[in-house]
């Protein structure tokens, strides 16, 4: 699991924070869970067959591992494909007035084009974990189960917790496919294919682009100024603008939420100050951090506007006007004129 992947995940265990994510996304800003309702499973998510795990090192974490089934590996490998135990990134359940849910999230830096039979498989998993802790409770309450409920080990009466898996993308565009339907081979114009439509999956992927959420005005917590942050991290004027309007709120973050922050807007200095701080024990928190970004800033527009303006002094003299070269120093709106005239 990488930095970002990892920065991410330990912000969104926090319930009120995960809890902020799903009614910000999936339900439009309703407030649909609360922290309160939420209880962080583990994360284990089964057995799953992984290529080339040697080369997958990154991925073994605190929170996130991919354990090899040793017990399996000579039977069940094929090639270069073996038995894996997988640990999913964040699972919560969410307990309502009559039932509960479970919400099972993984971060995504890049993208993976099998994510929808992968999002798919790790839902099926959940429900076939449930269904066997069924069918333990069952045999650990000595209860006889009939001819047909016998074949399961459930009775027609047992019920599954639905499972609704997301996918936060923190990449730039995501090209892959967003639906098992789309990685199908079919071909459409095929009129016998007409027939077979209905009967073919669809398995929509419920996946969320850190770059492209439309209303950060959903959530109500770090979050949106995470987003938000994230989103201007490509034009760094616009980040540091946002950074001194929303300067109050940003002081507020703790040190996990800042840490997050500047992982996905790439400061990796900053990240490194961070650290440093924390193991030395000193106080560099969203404060200091703000300032040393919006004072990289203020460099950076101070050389931009130096070189524009040497543009424009080298354009106008070129020109044969240097009778305005007295006028723009002083004259803000004239300086704007030109700018726009000779596309400066």
């Given amino acids: 699991m990488g930095k970002a992947n990892l920065a ?19 339900f439009c800003g309703e407030q649909v869970l609360r922290g309160d309702d939420l209880t962080l499973l583990s994360g284990h998510a089964g057995i799953i067959a992984e290529r080339n795990p040697e080369k997958k090192a990154d991925r073994h974490s605190a929170q996130s591992r991919v354990k090899q089934n040793k017990k399996n590996q000579n039977h069940a490998s094929v090639g270069k494909l073996s038995a894996f135990e997988r640990y999913g990134d964040i699972r919560m359940e969410a307990g309502f007035s009559t ?28 429900y ?27 009775t027609k009466d047992d019920r599954l917790k639905p499972v609704v898996s997301v996918v936060l993308y923190l990449g730039d565009d995501w090209n892959g496919c967003k639906s098992l339907y789309e990685m199908l081979e079919i071909d459409e114009s095929d009129e016998k294919t007409g027939q077979i439509l209905p009967y073919l999956p669809r398995n929509q992927l419920k996946l969320i682009s850190a770059n492209d959420i439309k209303h ?25 603008e946002y950074i001194q309007r929303n300067r109050a709120a940003l002081e507020r973050m703790d040190h996990v939420e800042i840490m997050a922050a500047f992982i996905l807007l790439g400061e990796q200095k900053r990240v490194e100050e961070l650290f440093r701080s924390k193991a030395e024990r000193e106080e560099i928190g969203m404060c200091k951090a703000i300032d040393d970004l919006i004072h990289d800033g203020e460099m950076r527009g101070e050389k931009k506007g130096e070189k524009r303006l040497a543009t424009l002094l080298n ?17 803000e709106a004239l300086r704007a004129e030109l700018y726009l005239k000779y596309q400066i």
Avoid: W
């Avoid at 991410?8 to 999936?26: C, M, P, S, Y």
């Avoid at 076939?128 to 074949?151: I, M, N, Y």
């Avoid at 354009?315 to 004259?331: M, P, V």
């Fill in 8 to 26: 991410v995940n330990q912000l969104l265990e926090r319930k009120d924070i995960f809890a902020d994510f799903i009614n910000g996304t999936l």
């Fill in 99 to 126: 039932y509960s849910m479970i919400f099972a999230h993984e971060t995504q830096q890049h993208v993976h084009y099998a994510m929808p039979v992968r999002s798919m498989v790790y839902e099926a998993m959940e």
């Fill in 128 to 154: 076939v974990r449930q269904a066997q802790e069924l069918e333990k409770l069952h045999l650990a309450k000595g209860e006889k189960l009939r001819s047909d409920e016998f074949l399961s080990g459930l």
């Fill in 216 to 240: 950060l005005e959903f959530f109500r917590t770090s979050l949106q100024h995470i987003f938000s942050m994230l989103k201007y991290r490509q034009t760094k004027d616009e980040l540091y």
């Fill in 315 to 331: 354009t106008l003299i070129k020109d044969g006007k240097q009778n305005l070269l007295s006028s723009i120093a002083n004259d």
